[in-house]
């Protein structure tokens, strides 16, 4: 298939990565954005050559140790030559469709923005169903009407308006194998307490169990994740865990207040604000529609 053709310049658009050490997918990443007139990748100390890879994809390379996954993609924005912006994964690849479709954009309204639709991948085989069996996420937006909340994990966009889903997708490369997934899950978990605990909640043991369950019924089952296979249950189980563990985290931290249960997150300035958002009225979920 044929490559758009871009004018030249590209589109008004800042394409921004966050990456740390990101050499085995950057390269495909920085090249299926080169429409947008700028492409921005803020690395936080790789050691693999990201930086390097970057450059040579003709990428302005900036740096900035890591200051949670909200906060991090904050600075990038920030750092943006154009208002409008492109937010990648260093693992997430623009589909030619979806590369199209941007091209045809209409871009004299700021307020505009559009999500995407993400297919991931375990390895080299796709997730059909399940949790991510319709996986949407925001990622084109102007900053002036737009940005990041500065949380410390699983980050999203608000926005003034409701986004329009754009055609194609984004190629989501970022599990190596099913052991990648539950790591990642069990990575994230203190956290996901450290927001809960900013919050103030006050989770119940006894809960537990029926959470767990019910993250595995509605992903595995209802979700039709058995339609994947191993992969499928793999996928619930890593649900199961993001329901409880945060949750069984605070609650020996709230027993034992003298006992270290997991690792400060280094962005604890982020956790405190983040209830205040951007000012900005709704929040861009994984389930918009066009």
Known sequence: MTRPQVAAGGLPISAVVIARDAAEHLAAVLASADICAERLVLDSGSTDGTPDIAAAAGARVEHQAFLGYGPQKCRAVELATHDWILSLDADEVLDEEARRAML????????????????????????????WRDDRVLRLFNRRT????????????VATHRPVLLPGAILHYSYASCTDVIARSLRYAPLKAGIMRHKGQRPWALTLPFRGLAAFVKNYLLRGGWRDGAAGFVVALSRVIDSTLPRAI???????????????????ASIRSMSAGSGAENVSRSRETG
């Open 146 to 157: 737009a940005g990041f909340k500065p949380l410390p994990v699983h980050e999203e966009v």
């Open 104 to 131: 045809a954009l209409d871009f004299s309204d700021r307020s505009a923005c559009w999500s995407i639709r993400r297919r991931t991948f375990i390895g080299g085989r796709e997730i059909r169903h399940g949790p």
């Open 250 to 268: 605070l609650l020996l931290e709230q027993a034992q207040p003298d006992a270290v249960t997991g690792p400060v997150p280094r962005n604890a």
